[in-house]
């Protein structure tokens, strides 16, 4: 018996050795994992972007899964009063101080709870260590020692209701579908993160302090910094502050698992509905014998996941338009795993998009994908991992942490960019075509919880649940025939092309400035930010907003076709194909003040890039497929905006404040009979036929010789037609309402109001203005976060917006939603804090944040390709004189005397109109 165990053992090993080969998988070199004395675990991870700049995350293994049954809401309700008040520091001392050091409450400075997490999160300065080693130590007193004061509870429990209200009306009715159709009968119906109400409502301290004292326990908890920090320093930073004695007993946390999932059919109308969904849901374990078994798995779903996509991206492309899009994902839980397969259908013909839905998966169920399909795919996504590879320095640390506390929290391996094409190279060798066959297999064999979602008109043929069933199991039955084979060997021909030259090249103080022989001036910068990426916008500032209506409608319609439809010999249908393995996008637009083409590429694809760019510019296509696909689903989609209350209520806005202007209007049904391909080529042509007055930005990792061939042949060669005429530049000149105005939309089923509140600016355009408008906002929010949300708890979130722009008149808008028995009470207040500030009453301490955080973001930015070419780009339209603030010139530029006068003349505070959407159920 033991003899046989033995050579079943061996035999295992040696099967294993032949299956994965001689890898192994585990956490990189670089990533640094100890316990503190007392059991808490911590994670630091090196990465230099943004610079001087840490993220650090405090993760607790426990969220509302762990909740008792008088607890339900108690773990988020924990996290939101963390913020609110610690031994060391009273209630709002600690956001107030991460606003002190620059952090934006929100953004630098937010936290989470999931079913079986609590992360708190925030992404602080290193430059100064004093303030560094402060902010981990309010992070330290948020999470160990918080007070829970009755007083902080009755406060904050009023806020999480307003979030709990955020989630309310078709959100809240779609997610009770998912309740019941995928989760009843486990924990995790029974325990969503938000809480209940009620139990909320009633919260007493001693059943808060028993969630906490239980499950935020060292053991339970892990320390998490990703960033700009030596990993010894952090190391003792960490022990300095996290590393206290421990006298409490642990239990670790129960796993619980999801149910098995029955074979059962839903239909869920809703009259609030804009869309048909088609979705088939499975369960599957996730669970894996090692570390190997369960990377194969990953990059094995991903395969599927990208072949699936495909055949659906193929129908889509027919022609029939019975489906407008479709996929396929996974949901990974503790031990289990929720498949889900999508699509979105045409309303018109339901049951023939169902129909077709099930044959595309059940057609690689049967007959499998073929291998010239499968290796295709195998090198699209290597060719995706070794971009990531390429250009891993400019990855932020904000994205890495996540994926890094997921070691902690789901016992998973963090793979890094370099091991994540290692591993993938080593593992998809085993990949195979049966491979993807068996799991199509398992996914169409198991059980499904089917759900149909569907809009409530009288117009739709919907079936019903037994319907539903039927129309299923007989698609089921229905033979399917093998898709054909499909040509993955494509190439584009070399378009013909007539270099130009370059005529002048000047050294700038922070780039180049290369004058072309047709007159295009291009503005070159090389960057080493990421290290495989070309960044080059060509545009002209003009756009549709000298166009008729008709030609402006047209124009919405024209560079999306264009870009769908292919270039030189690759049509329509061979796009997707044709691209496989290649990182490059060509996309031309068209705006009301602008046109132009913006392409981003590695330099193995950059030929390829440019030669697809002449062909779209030269011989646009426009393919009749790809025509009716766009026409008829946006047709649908505008039948089904009047379902939206949203939808109605933004119509409402516009016909309010912005005068129904057809430029900010959505389009409607009869706008597309004005839709023609004809028309969109007349369009297309007008706006990129010739090159006069069009300008380029070109950055990114490429050397001035290669910046100097792409610019002789693939720019210099555009034709440009002279003109002495100098383009006027338009103005879209909207009056606004003047006085106080009052709207309302009463629409849809709902438990908040939403209120949007819109003052006319007052002020012209400039560079300093628009500095001097972005600060009132900056300081607004804050204040408005302080007084409606903290102090009043009258919101969850709350948004004021500054729009100012040289092409239209600017304006103030905020926007909230809050409970329709206070909307009155909170209105009133956020204008109460408008006229604060228009009166020159600057908080000191809203200032000097916004004063810091520019620096922080300013320094960021500097070490990324966006600024710079927006930078550059704003060079070619406001003239070589143009320079953005350094954080220096903003802190003295911004200063209270001359804010104060600015706000006083930024708007009328007299002059507001308001537009409420009002549940129809609100008495």
Known sequence: MHIRKKILSLLFFVLFILSFGQIKVENPKGLVIGKLSNGMTYYIYKNKMPENRVSVNVAVKSGSLQEDDDQLGMAHLIEHLCFNGTE??????????????????????????????TVYKIQIPTDDKEKFEKGIEVLKEMTLKPTFKQEDIDSEKDIVKEEWRLSQGLSDRLTKVYQKEIFEGSRYGERFPIGDMDIISNTKRDTLVRYYNKWYHPENMAVVM????????????????????ETRKFIPREEYRLK???DKYTVFQDKELTYVLFEMMSREDYSFKNNEEKVKDYYENILFKLLLSNRINDEIKTGNNLIYEGGYFGMEFS?????????VLNKNDIEKGIEKTINILKDIAINGV???????EKENLRSSFEDSLKNKDSLESETIISEVRKVFLNNEIFIDEENMLKYYDEFSKNITTENIKEKAIKFYKDNHSVVLFTPKEKDIKVPSDIELKNIILNAEKQPVSKKSEMNFNLSLEKPEIISGKILETKDMKNYKKIKLSNGIEFLYKKTDFEKDKIYIKLFKEEGSIKDSDTMYLNSKFATELVNKSGAGNIKYQDVDRFMKGKEFSVETYINNFEQGVFIVSNNKDIDTALDYFTYVVKE????QEAYKYITVSAKEMIENRKNSPDATYSDKIIQVFFNDNIRKKSIEIKDLNSVTVEKIKDEYRDKFSEFNGFKGVIIGSIDDKKVSEILEKYFASLPVKESKEDVKKEYLDIKYPSGTIYEKVVKGDDKKVRVSLFYPLKVSYSQENSYMSKTFEDVLRINLIDEIREKLAGVYGISPNVFMSKNENGYLQIRFSTDPKRADEITEAVKKEVGKLVDGD???SSLESVVKNYKLVYENSQKQNSFWLNYLDEKLKRGEGYEPYTPKEFEEKMNEIKLRDFFKKIIDKNNCVQVRLIPETVK
């Open 88 to 117: 060391k520091y009273s209630k709002n001392e600690v956001v107030k101080y991460y606003q002190s050091i620059g952090l934006n409450f929100g953004g630098d400075l937010n936290a989470h709870t999931g079913f079986d997490e």
């Open 260 to 262: 098995e999932l029955p």
């Open 620 to 623: 646009p296509q426009v393919a």
């Open 370 to 376: 073929s291998q010239n399909e499968l290796e295709a």
């Open 842 to 844: 600057i908080k000191k």
């Open 226 to 245: 990703v960033g700009d920090i030596e990993p010894e320093y952090a190391k003792e930073v960490i022990k300095k502050y996290f590393d206290y004695n």
């Open 335 to 343: 031990k289990d795993r929720l498949n889900t397969y999508y699509s």
